[in-house]
């Protein structure tokens, strides 16, 4: 069945930097599907940040336009979220997500701390 796994979250300090990966299995079709990146700070609602469609359509929500940079390369089952001038803001979990015929389909997310 379709899994995704995020990885690379950590702790980093204001200012840092960190990328994150989510390897998507299960399927043979990922160029044909649109990845998404969200994040769930505590007490808050999940909020997209970014999306690279399977067409190459890239939309980033403005608390982290200019600071991050989605990717996916397809010939791996991979994307990526490159996150820089992190700041505590944000803090969250970070989950990757795709749709396919009717399922959404979420990793387990990966916990991202900016603090000093």
């Known amino acids: 069945q379709v899994q995704l796994v995020e990885s690379g979250g950590g702790l980093v300090q204001p200012g840092g930097s960190l990328r994150l990966s989510c390897a998507v299995s299960?399927?043979?079709?990922?160029?044909?599907?649109?990845i998404y990146w969200y994040r769930q700070a505590p007490g808050k609602e999940r909020e997209r940040v970014a999306r690279?469609?399977?067409?190459?359509?890239?939309y980033y929500s403005d608390s982290v336009k200019g600071r991050f940079t989605v990717s996916r390369d397809n010939t791996k089952n991979r994307a990526y979220l490159q996150m820089n001038s992190l700041n505590p803001e944000d803090t969250a979990i970070y989950y990757c997500?795709?749709?396919?015929?009717?399922?959404?389909?979420w990793g387990q997310g990966t916990q991202v701390t900016v603090s000093s």
């Open positions: 997500n795709l749709w396919r015929s009717g399922t959404d389909y």
């Open positions: 299960g399927m043979t079709t990922f160029s044909l599907h649109d």
């Open positions: 690279f469609s399977a067409g190459g359509i890239i």
